[in-house]
């Protein structure tokens, strides 16, 4: 598929790419195999952690809000935090609107270490919904059969069936998301399918120019 090219310049990377994927559809194999090619892979799921990690900003302003989510030791207690937002949604947009520009600040702090020729990769699992993709120059989805997703994610994570449902409820559907996106990659075989996949589109983007300023 044709990559649209960039309205104007934001920095000096050749493009910067989002990509997405439900639980369970293989998104984070899809990063590293980014990351082997040569792209420089930036996980927002770890980024959101920093973000809360103890001493920070972001959980100084989750204690003020929600002070039954810090333990004493001065963690996160995420399992509190989860029970309190997941169901609702004004406090998840609450959640969000802290969490959610600190992430942005310290994926700007990556992304300036990169090549001037070098594809950074976003894996954001909320790509669409944070409006993230429209900051892209090409946009990925990883998806996957549902019940396989289920698996991965019970054999690796120890979620009941039922909460990894009410999680893929909550995302994007996969079928939305493919009429959204630039590239989608099938997982449904083998991590070397995957693999070769995944540097399809590796190859692909690298021969894209960004438009210059």
């Not at 984070?28 to 770890?46: C, M, Q």
């Not at 079928?175 to 995944?198: H, M, P, S, V």
């Amino acid at each position: 598929m044709e990559v649209a090219a960039p309205q104007g310049s934001r920095n000096s990377v050749k493009l910067r790419v989002g990509l997405t994927g439900g639980i369970g559809a293989g998104k984070s194999e899809v990063a590293r195999a980014f990351d082997g090619l040569g792209a420089l892979t930036i996980d927002a799921d770890e980024l959101a952690r920093r973000a809360v990690e103890p001493g920070s900003e972001g959980l100084a302003q989750i204690r003020a809000r929600w002070p039954q989510s810090v333990l004493a030791d001065g963690r996160l207690d995420r399992a509190a935090l989860a029970a309190l937002v997941f169901n609702d949604v004004a406090q998840r947009e609450y959640l969000n609107a802290i969490v959610h520009p600190i992430v942005r600040r310290l994926a700007a702090e990556r992304e300036a270490s990169a090549g001037a020729d070098q594809i950074v990769v976003h894996e954001v699992p909320l790509l669409f919904e944070t409006g993230f993709a429209d900051r892209c120059d090409a946009t990925i989805v990883v998806v996957a059969p549902a019940e396989l997703r289920i698996e991965r994610t019970m054999s690796r994570s120890g979620l009941s069936r039922e909460e990894i449902e009410r999680r893929m409820a909550a995302q994007i559907d996969p079928a939305q998301a493919r009429e959204r996106t630039d590239f989608t990659i099938e997982n449904d075989g083998t991590l070397e399918e995957l693999r070769a996949r995944t540097e399809r589109i590796y190859r692909a983007l690298a021969g894209v120019e960004r438009a210059k300023p």
